[in-house]
Nanobody
Framework: QLQASGGGLVQAGGSLRLSCTAS????????MGWYRRAPGKERELVAS???????KYTDSVKGRFTISRDNTKRTVYLQMNSLNADDIAVYLC???????????????WGQGTLVTVSS
C-alpha cells in the first residue's frame, strides 16, 4: 500500500513537500508518480519518476515542482514551490510495484492528501 502525507494549507507563493511511502511485500518499485484532482476537474498526472530517476512534469508545474525518490525508503517526494490557487487539489501518489505474488507489476494508489493555497 501507499501512504501519502505532507499536504496542508499554505499561502500563495509558499512551499510544501509531499511524501508517499510504499509498504508491504514489495520486491521492487518501477515508476512512481503524483496525480492531482482539483475541484471540478479531471484527475491529471503532475509528475512521474522512473526507477532510474527519469522525470516528467505536466507543463503547469515545470520549474516549480520537483519529484524525487529514495529507493531505500520506498518513498517518492514532491517538492512544490511557488504554489498558487491553480494547485489546489487532492494529490494522490501512484506506483507500479512488483511483489512476490504477481508476475507483472501491480499499479497501486495512495489515499490522497489535500493541498490548499490561500491568497
Amino acid at each position: 500500500q501507499l501512504q501519502a502525507s505532507g499536504g496542508g494549507l499554505v499561502q500563495a507563493g509558499g512551499s510544501l513537500r509531499l511524501s508517499c511511502t510504499a509498504s508491504g511485500s514489495i520486491l521492487s518499485i518501477d515508476d512512481m508518480g503524483w496525480y492531482r484532482r482539483a475541484p471540478g476537474k479531471e484527475r491529471e498526472l503532475v509528475a512521474s519518476i522512473t526507477s532510474r530517476g527519469r522525470t516528467k512534469y505536466t507543463d503547469s508545474v515545470k520549474g516549480r515542482f520537483t519529484i524525487s525518490r529514495d529507493n531505500t525508503k520506498r518513498t517518492v517526494y514532491l517538492q512544490m514551490n511557488s504554489l498558487n490557487a491553480d494547485d489546489i487539489a487532492v494529490y494522490l501518489c501512484n506506483a507500479d510495484v512488483r511483489d512476490a505474488y504477481s508476475e507483472y507489476p501491480v499499479n497501486i494508489w495512495g489515499q490522497g492528501t489535500l493541498v490548499t493555497v490561500s491568497s
